[in-house]
């Protein structure tokens, strides 16, 4: 009786690892999917959420060369630049708000600037206010 009922409780042991271990796993999957779906770029969620920018311009950089893109390309990408907040402009540059600055504590915004050069991208980065 003492074997059958250690068996038992080893048995009932064994079950709640076995679970523990696929909640965890299924967690880091939609853990995952969720970052995945959040900080992927498309022109939609570009245009439709200024404030989310952040999240996916670093998968629109690592997609898209900017250098060498006429301005025509650019406003089929990234829509009309932001250039009447006031920020950044200049001569030949298109300027997008991205939304807060990214990290714990946000009080600034930030731009992604594009200078142009003859009608192409000649320069990108991005910056803060």
Same mark, same amino acid.
């Given at each position: 009786?003492?074997?059958?009922?250690?068996?038992?409780?080893?048995?009932? $042991?064994?079950? $709640?690892?076995? @679970?523990? *271990? !696929?909640?965890?796993? +299924?967690? $880091? =999957? =939609? /853990? @995952?999917?969720? %970052? %995945?779906?959040?900080?992927?770029?498309?022109?939609?969620?570009? +245009?439709?959420?200024?404030? @989310?920018?952040? /999240? $996916?311009?670093?998968? +629109? +950089?690592?997609?898209?060369? *900017? !250098? @060498?893109m006429t301005e025509e390309e650019v406003a089929a990408l990234l829509g009309e630049p932001n250039n009447d907040y006031g920020y950044f402009n200049a001569d030949d540059r298109y300027v997008y708000y991205m939304g807060p600055e990214r990290g714990l504590i946000s009080i600034d915004s930030e731009w992604l600037i594009l200078d142009f050069t003859d009608g192409v991208v000649s320069n990108s980065y991005i910056t803060t206010d």
């Open positions: 009786m003492d074997v059958e009922r250690e068996m038992r409780k080893a048995k009932r $042991i064994n079950d $709640i690892a076995v @679970g523990m *271990f !696929a909640a965890v796993v +299924l967690a $880091i =999957i =939609i /853990a @995952g999917v969720v %970052y %995945y779906h959040t900080h992927t770029f498309s022109t939609s969620k570009w +245009l439709n959420d200024p404030e @989310g920018r952040t /999240a $996916i311009v670093d998968d +629109l +950089l690592a997609k898209h060369e *900017f !250098a @060498g």
